[in-house]
């Protein structure tokens, strides 16, 4: 070892940090999907060991294969409620999205609304929903999606409102500086600058969203409102005894769930590719 290379105790940590990422990508891509397909088929047979085998499952937890026969069995209600419940989500989804991204926009040009604004997103983040639901329920009436629409959206703007505020606030003042000595128009600003910086904050917000939307949809059902659902389904075979055709349902609220984050998940992706380092 020479002198240079003794008198720089960081040189040999920097190169391996270096080669830390290089190691970790080298692991081959397929493993990504592999192992969780691997460990689901490991839980479903450890399952039907305990409950088919073994015979110590309590009453309302049947074998995968029961579940799976009413899932095809019954498939057209299981799907009429999956398309009830996905499209409650998706609107609180999209309406509870627009309405954050609006008063984040306002909060991040305006600083007396963004003090205005901290106290009703914290107040909205702590209400539950399973005491709100019912509320909303009644007020809309027991005809109407909206009650249940509404719980989905309130659920939905608080992941999407605390990113897209944070994205907002992440332009340097340096940047916009150089901008303003260019001549560019607020709106070039905004096109340049902030959405871009903004743009993979907003679908943070919207994965995280998505997936609170629907379980806001699913509980939602469980308290008052149109006799449909997937929700409904749920609470109402469960309580007659039915136990596997509930489970298929909670398989079709998990399949929501599913194409929801992986939907979103797809957009965060193909977003941060494109945009620059």
């Given amino acids: 070892m020479t002198s240079t290379e003794a008198r720089q105790p960081g040189r040999p940590s920097a190169l391996a940090s270096r080669r830390r990422p290089e190691m970790a990508s080298s692991a081959p891509s397929w493993l990504r999907f592999v192992a969780p397909v691997v460990v689901g088929a490991l839980g479903v047979a450890v399952w039907i060991l305990y409950v088919d085998v073994l015979g110590t499952a309590p009453r309302m937890l049947p074998s995968p294969i029961a579940i799976g026969n009413e899932l095809v069995l019954r498939w057209p209600i299981i799907w009429d409620a999956i398309t009830i419940t996905a499209t409650n989500a998706l609107i609180g ?3 509870g999205s627009l309405i954050a991204i609006a008063l984040a926009g306002l909060a991040a040009a305006i600083r007396p609304i963004d003090g205005m604004l901290v106290p009703l997103v914290a107040a909205i983040a702590v209400v539950p929903i399973v005491a709100l639901t019912p509320i909303l329920n009644t007020m809309f009436g027991a005809s109407s999606q909206f009650g249940r629409q509404a719980v989905a959206a309130i659920a939905a703007f608080v992941p999407v409102f605390v990113n897209v505020l944070r994205g907002l606030r992440q332009t340097r003042p340096v940047h916009r500086d150089l901008l303003r000595v260019s001549a560019a128009t607020p709106l070039q ?7 871009p910086t903004a743009l993979p904050y907003l679908l943070t917000g919207l994965r ?3 997936s609170v939307a629907v379980i806001a949809a699913l509980v939602a059902e469980y308290f008052g409102g149109p006799a449909d659902g997937v929700g409904t389904a749920i609470a109402t075979y469960a309580k007659s005894g039915r136990a596997a055709l509930a489970w298929a349902f909670v398989a079709g609220g998990i399949l929501i769930g599913l194409v929801f984050f992986l939907v979103t998940s797809l957009l965060e992706r193909i977003v941060s590719r494109r945009s620059p380092v």
């Fill in 208 to 210: 995280i969203a998505s």
């Fill in 93 to 95: 989804l999209l309406a």
């Fill in 189 to 195: 600003e905004f096109r340049v600058l902030t959405l």
